[in-house]
């Protein structure tokens, strides 16, 4: 292979990766107070256990910040560190009177 075309190979690599990684730092992160289930599972290490006892724990414990997923049943700190940058907190909706 001729040292443009490998030059040429190696730009378009780089600019995949680079495409890659800002697309994954711009996506939407995922309020734990608010998401349903459903949601709750696309993020890895959550099933559909683990998910509805985050669900149920908010309900009495609503989440002020990220870390008090670890006071979710099943939830250890390994398992905390691969979602923190996917979770985000925001205050709970309060209902209309």
């Known amino acids: 292979m001729k040292a443009w075309a490998k030059i040429f190979s190696f730009m378009v690599l780089l600019s995949l990766l680079s495409f890659d990684l800002?697309?994954?730092q711009g996506a939407r992160k995922i309020n734990?107070?608010?998401a349903p289930a459903e949601l709750l599972e696309t993020l890895p290490?959550?099933?559909p256990?683990?998910?509805q006892r985050i669900v149920e724990?908010?309900?009495e414990n609503p989440f002020e910040t990220?870390?008090?997923l670890l006071g979710?049943?099943?939830v250890g700190q390994p398992g905390f560190e691969k979602i923190k940058g996917l979770i985000t907190v925001t205050p709970p909706l309060e209902e209309a009177p």
Do not use: H, K, M, Q
């Open 57 to 59: 724990y908010r309900t």
């Open 66 to 68: 990220i870390e008090d």
């Open 22 to 24: 800002s697309y994954s």
């Open 32 to 34: 734990i107070n608010e």
């Open 72 to 74: 979710v049943s099943g």
């Open 45 to 47: 290490g959550i099933g």
């Open 49 to 51: 256990g683990l998910a």
